[in-house]
């Protein structure tokens, strides 16, 4: 037993460097291995990030469309509505019925010229509820 504890503080300066020189090299490729992770780990969240950002692009490309089809939509029932309430105003109103009855009777060029009601906005039938 005295011999291997005289062996074992008597080893040579270099076989204890080369142990030491091991143990770092194993500790060394731990580490690099552990950096290739996270670089592996951070390019996939890059990626990952770079995706939501172009869904984010497409749906808010997307909602921007669908807002200006719904002010066109909402700007057109409003313009519809402003002209068949002044071409109803215009019906009403005696002096306008009483010059389309004075155009209908002319006759232009050979031609007769009609004059037409404005039918209401909606298709003219009313809904039926259901």
Do not use: C, T, W
């Not at 669908?66 to 939509?73: L, P, Q, S, V």
């Not at 909402?74 to 002044?86: F, G, K, P, R, S």
């Amino acid at each position: 037993m005295a011999l291997f504890f005289f062996h074992r503080f008597g080893l040579n300066r270099y076989q204890n460097m080369g142990r030491r020189l091991r143990a770092m090299r194993v500790r060394l490729a731990k580490k690099r291995r552990a950096i290739r992770r996270m670089r592996q780990s951070l390019s996939a969240s890059q990626i990952a990030a770079e995706q939501i950002e172009r869904d984010h692009e497409r749906m808010f490309a997307a909602e921007q469309i669908e807002r200006r089809n719904r002010r066109i939509i909402a700007e057109n029932a409003l313009i519809d509505q402003l002209v068949y309430d002044l071409l109803a105003e215009l019906e009403n109103d005696p002096l306008i019925r009483s010059a389309a009855e004075a155009i209908r009777a002319e006759n232009l060029d050979g031609r007769n010229i009609i004059i037409n009601q404005a039918p209401p906005p909606g298709g003219g039938r009313p809904r039926r509820r259901r």
